[in-house]
């Protein structure tokens, strides 16, 4: 099992937070790791990534959205060949701190065989990728 998780505290509420999250053509506006991404985030859809792990250049990946519940969480995810091989769910999970400040956690939890090799060949690239979302976020809803 291998975790990648970004954490930090948004003085905004939960709900434009969210607003944030589930406006997909703005993500180029704001977001340095994943600036495309695709979907109509109802349950069990395709959520096309274009992520930026090293360098310039967009990686595609398609996952699945498992949970879209305004304004506490927001996940998708993928299994790699068998289930136990390779299965990974991404979270974006908002916690109310109090009416005006929100707690932003971003977390991919990776499963299988393959999730030891996984996060030794990209688990610092995917690490300083979540930071970069966390604080994007946080700039962009604090700034609205």
Same mark, same amino acid.
């Given at each position: 099992m291998g975790t990648v998780r970004a954490e930090i505290e948004i003085d905004a509420p939960a709900e434009r937070i969210f607003d944030i999250l589930t406006d997909l053509p703005a993500y180029s506006e704001w977001n340095p790791f994943t600036p495309r991404v695709e979907s109509t985030l109802r *349950?069990?859809?395709? !959520?096309?990534?274009?992520? =930026?792990?090293?360098?310039?250049? *967009?990686?595609?990946? !398609?996952?699945?959205?498992? =949970?879209?519940?305004?304004?506490?969480h927001l996940c998708w995810g993928a299994t790699i060949g068998a289930p136990f091989l390779l299965r990974a769910e991404r979270c974006q999970t908002l916690t109310r701190i109090d009416e005006r400040r929100t707690r932003f956690v971003n977390e991919d939890v990776l499963r299988g065989w393959l999730a030891p090799l996984v996060m030794r060949t990209h688990g610092a690239a995917m690490q300083r990728g979540f930071e970069s979302v966390a604080t994007a976020l946080k700039k962009r809803a604090e700034s609205r």
């Open positions: *349950l069990g859809d395709p !959520v096309h990534l274009y992520v =930026r792990l090293r360098g310039s250049r *967009l990686s595609h990946r !398609v996952e699945y959205v498992s =949970r879209n519940q305004k304004p506490s």
